[in-house]
């Protein structure tokens, strides 16, 4: 049959072409190394690095290991900076905080008007959330210590209470801090529309938009403060089985624990009836009270 397009020959002339353009790409290629061989072709400037600069001596000096010389010009010799007390008290109802906070109170109001302090002379102020500061007045009274009383509970009014106290007492009570925090806590949840903590809220709780506005006072301000807060028990969280979330203590005193306990009070109850007067006289004699 007779190829009337003739395809061969129209591939032999497709190879012809792309055999001569190989070849004068070669013998370009061969004159410009035969020209670069004898030296007719100009070589480029090889590129010269540039100087090591070397560091002065005196950088060098900076830049050597820390001796002891050199750790004394960060740390300087130990020396007491903080100047007001903050403690804290804690225990079950009836155990004792206020009347314990209250004489250690006076206590420090009398060592300070004795260094001859200049706001030693203001009240001690209360911040009272259980009404215990009413069986204190007569202690206070009897030692001619002045006494100013904040019958509150809210997180906001102790948050007040820290500043005014900090310009215009001697001593600041908190008697008890765990009804603010609780206070905190019931107000969030009502702001949530729930009625229970989940573990997502305790960042805000605890941040600066919460507890630490007190946190950071209580470390930082210039006023002596004394605090008293109930143990508790720890709780986790566990939801039910209609996935109804929950908080329960994590651990409960055992039997051998409670009655331990027990006896201890037992024994507390003995030892203190015996030893009320002797004691209470003795500290008013401390404190220069007849």
């Known amino acids: 049959m007779h190829d009337r397009t003739d395809h061969n020959k129209f591939a032999a ?35 010269t690095p540039s100087p090591v600069r070397t560091a ?29 007390l ?43 959330t259980e009404t215990g500061s009413d069986w204190m007045i007569p202690l206070f009274n009897e030692v001619g210590i002045p006494l100013v009383v904040a019958k509150k509970r809210s997180f906001a009014d102790l948050i007040t209470a820290v500043k005014w106290a900090e310009e215009n007492a001697s ?21 949530k529309k729930r009625t229970f903590l989940q573990i997502d809220d305790w960042s805000y709780l605890k941040g600066p938009y919460g507890w630490q506005q007190f946190s950071d006072l209580y470390i930082n301000s210039k006023l002596h403060i004394i605090m008293c807060g109930r143990a508790g028990d720890e709780t986790e969280q566990y939801t039910d089985e209609n996935g109804k979330p929950f908080e329960r203590p994590i651990r409960e005193p055992s039997e051998d624990l409670t009655s331990y306990i027990r006896r201890c009070h037992e024994f507390d109850d003995a030892v203190r009836n015996c030893a009320s007067k002797a004691f209470n006289d003795q500290f008013r004699k401390s404190l220069k009270v007849k």
């Open 13 to 47: 002339q497709i190879a012809e072409r792309l055999r001569q353009e190989l070849v004068a790409t070669r013998v370009t290629e061969l004159a410009a190394f035969e020209k670069k061989a004898k030296g007719e072709t100009p070589r480029k400037a090889k590129r």
């Open 56 to 84: 002065p001596a005196a950088s060098v000096a900076q830049q050597e290991p820390p001796t002891m010389s050199n750790v004394m010009n960060i740390f300087q010799p130990a020396e007491s900076t903080t100047a007001h």
């Open 171 to 191: 001593v600041l009570i908190i008697d008890s801090i765990t009804h603010p925090w609780r206070e905190l806590q019931e107000s969030y949840l009502k702001s």
């Open 86 to 128: 903050k403690a804290g008290f804690m225990g079950k109802q009836g155990a004792g905080k206020s009347a314990t906070a209250s004489f250690f109170a006076i206590g420090l109001v009398r060592y300070l008007q004795e260094l001859g302090v200049s706001y030693a002379h203001k009240p001690v102020a209360f911040f009272d």
